[in-house]
């Protein structure tokens, strides 16, 4: 069983910027491939970035509504997975879940985010 917990959330302004961050448990974090995926109100859950484990060579992976705004990376010397996220809109607004995936997929409690003025 693996344990997530996100945290980073909070209300920005458009424009601006917000770094989230997920601690996972367990001591073969660096085989992990974590996953962010975000769910707005009245709409499916969607992968927002994605990095891989393992000899993955940490390859990274976009939504096209978030490629060049969106960072992901991790730190598997602290088992934590990071989503930069930068020029935000509101239409980024959602709760923001981190996943991981081994054998299983796993998943946090999510974190929200609402971009208003």
């Known amino acids: 069983q693996v344990q997530l917990v996100e945290s980073g959330g909070g209300l920005v302004q458009p424009g601006g910027s917000l770094r989230l961050s997920c601690v996972a448990s367990?001591?073969?974090?660096?085989?992990?491939?974590m996953s962010w995926y975000r769910q707005a109100p009245g709409k499916q859950r969607e992968l927002v970035a994605s990095?891989?484990?393992?000899?993955?060579?940490?390859?990274?992976n976009y939504a096209d509504s978030v490629k060049g705004r969106f960072n992901i990376s991790r730190d598997n010397t602290k088992n934590t997975v990071f989503l930069q996220m930068n020029s935000l809109t509101p239409e980024d607004t959602a709760v923001y879940y981190c996943?991981?995936?081994?054998?299983?997929?796993?998943w946090g409690q999510g974190t929200q985010v609402t971009v208003s003025s």
């Open positions: 996943s991981a995936l081994y054998l299983s997929r796993y």
């Open positions: 367990g001591s073969i974090f660096s085989l992990y491939a």
């Open positions: 990095i891989s484990g393992g000899g993955g060579g940490g390859r990274t």
